[in-house]
């Protein structure tokens, strides 16, 4: 309750915002970011670091990405408190799709489809694809301040998306989702903790979140990257790439494994790609692998979630 007035002050500013044209919107939040930037030293220097690192760059490349990822994300805020302007008659005049054709066709196959993406321009406008029209469904992890996940999960519910909170069960959410042939999106580009797959990520060994793998075996959903990027003009566009489809080889681990390495590999590539769109300054690599592969070596039980999302 004490933080109830950061949501009325937020709210309240987003309102004066929405009354501006997007133009000033975008020229807004490009100056605010680098200014922002400055003040989180720490954020920019570990972004610094893990750009050198991934991108193989000198220190002055790395800055200039980092200067460019404020950017992105000044604007990406601003766009966030503007979010309530967006509507099924105006939303190809901020939000575009590239190659709908494939996200359809992974449609037609009536098992749901799983969407990978990342934290990427900016991520909270892939709600618009329920504003095209799309079922769409994500797990959200909830922000430390109540405030800020109370507007977030407003805006998303208006753009019609269904949100699911995580930490509950999480497979049987994916079953209601995908039963009824909904997308379901996974940012999987965060450190996957303990129970990850261990694999190089941008320079550096990882834990990879194997969610997503796992929901494509159990439910035979197809696979489906997405990531939003700003464009030349700062409007975003939201990449679709090839489907990718789960392959049985009947080893569950392995396999499970295997398309996880396969999906961080194109989020990886996507990365470098669009250097400037990323969030860098992120734990991706918190999980040493010495202890993943550790973990790994014990009996996991995913049986009893699996019988309930069957009857789900």
Known sequence: MSKEWQYHA???FGKILCHLPYPVII???RKLGPFVGKLMKKQRERGIFQIQRGMECSREEAERIMTDVFRNLGQSLMEILYTPNLNPENIRDYVTLDHPERLDEAMKEGKGVIVLTAHMGNWEWLGALAIYGYPATTIVKNQANDAVTRLLNENRENMGLEVFARGGNEMIIAARALKRKKLLGFLADQDGGFHGVPQPFLGKMSSTPKGPAMFAQKFHSPIVPIFPVHDENHHTHLMIGEIMHFEDTGNKDED?????????????NFIKEHPTEWLWFQHRWSTEPEEIIALQQKPEAHTDDSRKAEKE
């Open 10 to 12: 937020a709210r309240g």
């Open 256 to 268: 499970i494994a295997c398309m996880t390495r396969k999906m961080a590999v194109v989020t990886e």
């Open 27 to 29: 020229s807004l939040g």
